[in-house]
């Protein structure tokens, strides 16, 4: 049996984003779904995948801004992956990977009837779309890679597994609020402090007794123990190679610490047919929050969508 998470109903960054749940995989594991407009045939969905630990309430201000940029054929549909947000929880630690969750998003894909997709991936998001390509490349009509590669900055992996358990039991508003709020600021610099607030919680919430609490499994914090940052990764090339099979944008925020600007110039040496942009004074999660971020992707989903727009 999958573990069940208590997320409080009225959590903020969350109370606009409504979800229905998709079975998938054993009975009692379902996938939280928000959908943002309206599905059918002929439309081309675009599926966003969040970072490793993060859930769809990173993309809660491109649901509003992608939704007036782009157009009616192009409904945007948000997808929490097994252990974040308010999806289940794996049964086991060894069932989270890349590939797993690749299955998952093609049976979600098939629980909606959509038949092809433009989708979104930020950091290990990107990373399972890489997985997603490989396994079901017809699936894929254009894949967007925000600070996504075929190898992780281990720089990044080690500061996330740290900052995670600094966080870990951590009691008060009073004492967390300055903690998380200098957490952020270095990826977020001149942002106000309650700006910096919301987006702490969007992967935490303070329960009952004024600790905080994740919005993901615990039990990922434990995957990332074996990576030190000295480590150097084995990159998949042959994964993001698998994407050359439909229309790419890469995207990295110019403060990152996931992926590399090396690796990412060497993306583009590869796929010198894809378009690549560079977000300003942002680390990760994009935040995806202006018409300058969300109108790149906008136009190229447009580019995919080609003659059919005008049909539409």
Same mark, same amino acid.
């Given at each position: 049996?999958?573990?069940?998470?208590?997320?409080?109903?009225?959590?903020?960054?969350?109370?606009?984003?409504?979800?229905?749940?998709?079975?998938?995989?054993?009975?009692?594991?379902?996938?939280?779904?928000?959908?943002?407009?309206?599905?059918?045939?002929?439309?081309?969905?675009?599926?966003?995948?969040?970072?490793?630990?993060?859930?769809?309430?990173?993309?809660?201000?491109?649901?509003?801004?992608?939704?007036?940029?782009?157009?009616? #054929?192009?409904?945007?549909?948000? *997808? %929490?992956?097994? @252990? +974040?947000?308010?999806?289940?929880?794996? $049964?086991? &630690?060894?069932?989270?990977?890349?590939?797993?969750?690749?299955?998952?998003?093609?049976?979600?894909?098939?629980?909606?009837?959509?038949?092809?997709?433009?989708?979104?991936?930020?950091?290990?998001?990107?990373?399972?779309?890489?997985?997603?390509?490989?396994?079901?490349?017809?699936?894929?009509?254009?894949?967007?890679?925000?600070?996504?590669?075929?190898?992780?900055?281990?720089?990044?992996?080690?500061?996330?597994?740290?900052?995670?358990?600094?966080?870990?039991?951590?009691?008060?508003?009073?004492?967390?609020?300055?903690?998380?709020?200098?957490?952020?600021?270095?990826?977020?610099?001149?942002?106000?402090?309650?700006?910096?607030?919301?987006? #702490?919680?969007?992967?935490?919430? *303070? %329960?009952?007794? @004024? +600790?905080?609490?994740?919005?993901?499994? $615990?039990? &990922?914090?434990?995957?990332?123990?074996?990576?030190?940052?000295?480590?150097?990764?084995?990159?998949?090339?042959?994964?993001?190679?698998?994407?050359?099979?439909?229309?790419?944008?890469?995207?990295?925020?110019?403060?990152?610490?996931?992926?590399?600007?090396?690796?990412?110039?060497?993306?583009?040496?590869?796929?010198?047919?894809?378009?690549?942009?560079?977000?300003?004074?942002?680390?990760?999660?994009?935040?995806?929050?202006?018409?300058?971020?969300?109108?790149?992707?906008?136009?190229?989903?447009?580019?995919?969508?080609?003659?059919?727009?005008?049909?539409?």
């Amino acid at each position: 049996m999958a573990r069940a998470r208590t997320i409080p109903t009225d959590h903020k960054p969350l109370a606009g984003l409504p979800v229905r749940m998709v079975t998938v995989g054993r009975g009692a594991e379902q996938v939280a779904v928000h959908i943002g407009g309206v599905l059918g045939p002929g439309r081309v969905p675009v599926i966003c995948i969040a970072g490793y630990n993060r859930n769809m309430a990173d993309y809660s201000d491109f649901v509003r801004l992608g939704g007036l940029a782009m157009i009616e #054929a192009n409904p945007i549909v948000l *997808v %929490d992956l097994k @252990g +974040r947000g308010r999806s289940s929880d794996r $049964p086991r &630690l060894t069932g989270y990977s890349s590939l797993a969750d690749a299955d998952d998003l093609t049976e979600v894909a098939r629980a909606l009837a959509i038949e092809r997709a433009i989708f979104v991936g930020q950091g290990y998001g990107g990373q399972v779309l890489m997985a997603l390509a490989a396994a079901q490349p017809s699936l894929i009509a254009g894949t967007v890679l925000i600070d996504a590669g075929p190898v992780s900055d281990s720089r990044g992996l080690v500061r996330l597994r740290g900052t995670l358990d600094d966080l870990t039991g951590v009691r008060g508003e009073a004492s967390l609020k300055p903690m998380l709020r200098r957490m952020l600021a270095a990826d977020y610099p001149g942002m106000p402090e309650a700006a910096l607030d919301g987006l #702490a919680y969007r992967s935490h919430f *303070v %329960d009952r007794r @004024g +600790r905080l609490q994740p919005l993901f499994d $615990p039990v &990922l914090i434990k995957l990332l123990e074996p990576f030190d940052l000295d480590d150097v990764l084995v990159a998949q090339w042959p994964l993001f190679d698998a994407l050359s099979a439909a229309p790419l944008m890469m995207m990295r925020t110019q403060l990152t610490q996931q992926l590399r600007r090396e690796t990412f110039e060497e993306m583009m040496k590869r796929r010198r047919d894809a378009e690549a942009f560079v977000i300003e004074q942002q680390g990760s999660p994009a935040l995806l929050d202006n018409a300058d971020d969300v109108q790149p992707i906008a136009d190229f989903v447009k580019r995919v969508m080609g003659p059919r727009k005008a049909a539409a």
